[in-house]
């Protein structure tokens, strides 16, 4: 059963993707359960630029809490959480917090299709290298890292529940200054 709810995981990512084999299933089963291994560990260092071309990086933003969502354009479950990811961002509007979005797809892709939709992360497109970096092969996946850039979350995937999941995160990192 487990299976079968990897395979139309993945089918329903990746329209038009033909079923995906044994292997695949495995690889996307044991890169989720390295990504959940990161829980307590240091955020991986980066530097990457949003589409309004400003650059963050992990060092500028210690001492802020993040949040990091890693998602594409054509994932169901992707756009199916945008609307309530943007109300958790104006719920904690005026918290030290940051939101980033990195994402595969290029910079044309995700500006085509921001025109149709409004997501308020700070986009970071074009970064397929950072994605494998961190192991990421489901997406939704999310990082809530504090601080100290310690990952304090990890929830891979979305359902009704991922978004009071990571305001309730927020929340304990936030009750924790």
């Known amino acids: ?10 089918s329903t990512s990746f329209p038009g993707m033909a079923q995906p084999t044994e292997e695949q299933i ?5 890169a989720k359960k390295e990504v959940k291994k990161m829980k307590g560990t240091p955020f991986p260092e980066f530097e990457l630029t949003a ?15 993040l949040l990091v969502n890693f998602w594409f354009t054509r994932c169901k479950p992707c756009i199916m959480e945008m609307p309530e ?15 980033l979005a990195p994402t ?7 500006e ?14 074009d970064v397929k290298d950072f994605c ?7 997406y939704p996946t999310h990082f809530v890292v504090d601080k100290e850039g310690i990952i304090q979350k990890v929830i891979i995937g979305y359902s009704p ?8 995160s927020v929340r304990k990192l936030l009750k924790s200054e």
Not at 1 to 6: Q, T
Not at 85 to 99: A, H, K, L, S
Not at 112 to 125: D, G, M, Q, W
Not at 161 to 168: I, N, Q, S
Request: aromatic letters at 8%.
């Open 85 to 99: 990811m943007n109300e958790m961002v104006e719920m904690f509007e005026g918290e030290d917090i940051v939101y």
């Open 161 to 168: 529940m991922t978004v009071g999941a990571l305001r309730k």
């Open 112 to 125: 085509k299709f921001l025109s149709k939709r409004e997501f308020t992360y700070e986009i970071i497109p």
């Open 132 to 138: 494998l970096e961190l192991n990421v092969r489901s």
């Open 51 to 65: 589409l309004d071309g400003t650059t963050y990086s992990k060092e500028e933003l210690e001492g802020k809490i």
């Open 26 to 30: 495995r690889q996307v089963e044991e």
């Open 104 to 110: 595969f797809d290029d910079e044309q892709v995700v």
């Open 1 to 10: 059963m487990k299976k079968l709810l990897i395979a139309l995981m993945i």
